[in-house]
């Protein structure tokens, strides 16, 4: 059963265009949702993350909207780059330090 | 410190093997994790440690598989009697306890099993 459930699969965009990422859990114990970027060959790394105490949050040009009545968060990347494509993945956890539980990934990719 | 690293990088084993992991994480971290990902899936939780204790296990860590920290440091993770179905990316990522600036993952050990 998919803890955290991931959309789109792929996703293609142009420069400066806006990539949307979306995701939804059920389980109302997760507390906090980070927003992980890999690159082939590489282990996920942390971009961005949220509590749900908070509607959005905003780094540079990465927005976190997070709708706790619906149970889903998105990911925003304003003016994307082509050294945006990556693989993203949502996530989401019982408080910070115990386990994720990962969405099944985007595929990003940044046409020039 | 150059973050969370773990060898080798690449295994392929034959079936029936056994295979053995390492990972040596953030210095100042004091948790390590175990994760799992298969080709176009996200990070599946094998299990983490506190320290050197083992505070969770997933119901994905058969009896086949067995994870050590020993002294609170490095931690490897070994598989016995492998099988094709093993074949993945082993990832390893260290944290805080309270999860602060979430975990720091390796570039992993991707296993073939052949």
């Known amino acids: 059963q998919q803890q955290v459930k991931q959309s789109p699969q792929s996703l293609i965009v142009q420069k400066g265009g806006i990539s949307i990422i979306n995701c939804a859990y059920e389980n109302t114990a997760f507390d906090y949702f980070p927003w992980y970027q890999q690159f082939p060959g590489k282990g996920p790394a942390l971009l961005i993350a949220?509590?749900?105490?908070?509607s959005e949050k905003k780094e540079g040009r990465f927005t976190i909207s997070f709708n706790k009545s619906a149970k889903q968060f998105s990911l925003h990347i304003m003016d994307s780059q082509p050294g945006d494509s990556a693989t993203y993945f949502c996530a989401a956890s019982i408080d910070t330090g115990n386990q994720f539980y990962f969405g099944t990934g985007t595929s990003l990719t940044v046409i020039p | 410190d150059t973050g969370v690293s773990q060898d080798p990088r690449h295994k392929i084993t034959k079936r029936g093997q056994n295979v053995t992991f390492r990972c040596d994480p953030i210095s100042e971290h004091n948790r390590l994790y175990w994760y799992r990902q298969t080709l176009g899936q996200g990070p599946e939780f094998l299990t983490y440690?506190?320290?050197?204790?083992?505070?969770?296990k997933s119901r994905l860590l058969s009896d086949r598989f067995s994870a050590e920290r020993p002294k609170g440091s490095f931690s490897t993770l070994e598989i016995q009697r492998t099988e094709q179905g093993d074949s993945a990316m082993y990832l390893c990522a260290s944290s805080f306890s309270t999860g602060q600036y979430g975990y720091t993952f390796g570039s992993g050990t991707r296993l073939t099993v052949v």
């Open positions: 440690f506190q320290n050197e204790a083992q505070l969770e």
């Open positions: 949220i509590r749900p105490d908070v």
